[in-house]
């Protein structure tokens, strides 16, 4: 298995990205799908997840109303977009997957399968 993250960069404050993360080795049509971040020196902390079968989703209060998480089955891909942005959203972002049963939110330590972030500077 594996996901692979793209779509970082520098916008300014107020600006949108849109982060993919296309999955590969498996179908993912039963994994729960999430967004990380990590901030310099914070521990990472859970943004968005997805039940890719039943398209339901969560959100972290930070990101709520800012953020979407969406899938493409056909490209076996997941998104975040990102509008509003602010300077306390910089920070490398990683997909996640997890075989377990889709509650909400996700945790880090339950997640199975991880990217290679993908970094977001957000400037004032």
């Known amino acids: 298995v594996q996901l692979q993250a793209s779509g970082g960069g520098l916008v300014q404050a107020g600006g949108s990205l849109r982060l993919s993360c296309v999955a590969s080795g498996r179908t993912f049509s039963s994994y729960v799908m999430a967004w990380f971040r990590q901030a310099p020196g914070k521990e990472r902390e859970f943004v968005a997840s997805?039940?890719?079968?039943?398209?339901?989703?969560y959100y972290a209060d930070s990101v709520k109303g800012r953020f979407t998480i969406s899938k493409d089955n056909a490209k076996n891909t997941l998104y975040l977009q990102m509008d509003s942005l602010k300077p306390e959203d910089t920070a490398v972002y990683y997909c996640?997957?997890?075989?377990?049963?889709?509650?909400?939110?996700?945790?880090?330590?339950?997640?199975?399968?991880w990217g290679k972030g993908t970094l977001v500077t957000v400037s004032s």
């Open positions: 996640a997957a997890n075989r377990g049963l889709y509650s909400g939110r996700a945790y880090a330590n339950a997640m199975d399968y």
């Open positions: 997805l039940s890719w079968s039943a398209g339901s989703t």
